[in-house]
């Protein structure tokens, strides 16, 4: 877990505490463990780790609502996250686009690429990305 405001002993089950450089942490914890590591809604940590090539994949939950301004996950560039994808019909929104193309999401970030989707029966759609 990386805070700037808790302290040990977190209350969640196999959780760690990172110390000192978030990305320095998430680098000693990619190496150590097997298992895959997840960021539950902290774009400010994931905006710090996309530059440094410290995320594998993107799973994206886009809800169907509008609640006003506020930080963005991806800077403004660019005048939309995809290239050029069919969004279909139903429940599959199809594959392949991309995310971005460097300049949409950032100087020195690579691309990430659609490779499942699907719309809940409530209207959320996740997305998934990989690198391209």
Same mark, same amino acid.
């Given at each position: 877990?990386?805070? &700037?405001?808790?302290?040990?002993?977190?209350?969640?089950?196999?959780? #760690?505490?990172?110390?000192? !450089?978030?990305? !320095?942490?998430?680098? $000693?914890?990619?190496? =150590?463990?097997? =298992?895959?590591?997840? #960021?539950?809604?902290?774009?400010?940590?994931?905006?710090?780790?996309?530059?440094?090539?410290?995320?594998?994949?993107?799973?994206?939950?886009?809800?169907?609502?509008?609640?006003?301004?506020?930080? $963005?996950?991806?800077?403004?560039?660019?005048?939309?996250?995809?290239?050029?994808?069919?969004?279909?019909? *139903?429940?599959d929104?199809?594959?392949g686009? !991309?995310?971005?193309? *460097?300049?949409?999401?950032?100087?020195?970030? $690579?691309?990430? $690429?659609?490779?499942?989707?699907?719309?809940?029966? &409530?209207g959320? #759609?996740?997305?998934?990305?990989q690198?391209?």
């Amino acid at each position: 877990m990386a805070s &700037t405001t808790l302290a040990e002993p977190l209350a969640w089950e196999n959780s #760690v505490l990172l110390g000192g !450089d978030a990305a !320095d942490a998430v680098r $000693r914890l990619k190496e =150590e463990l097997p =298992e895959n590591l997840v #960021v539950f809604g902290s774009g400010v940590l994931v905006r710090s780790l996309l530059p440094l090539d410290l995320v594998d994949t993107l799973v994206l939950l886009v809800y169907p609502l509008v609640l006003g301004s506020g930080r $963005r996950l991806f800077p403004d560039a660019g005048s939309d996250l995809g290239s050029g994808s069919d969004l279909g019909s *139903g429940s599959d929104l199809g594959s392949g686009s !991309d995310l971005g193309s *460097g300049s949409d999401l950032g100087s020195g970030l $690579r691309d990430f $690429r659609l490779v499942e989707s699907a719309a809940t029966g &409530t209207g959320v #759609v996740i997305t998934v990305y990989q690198p391209a």
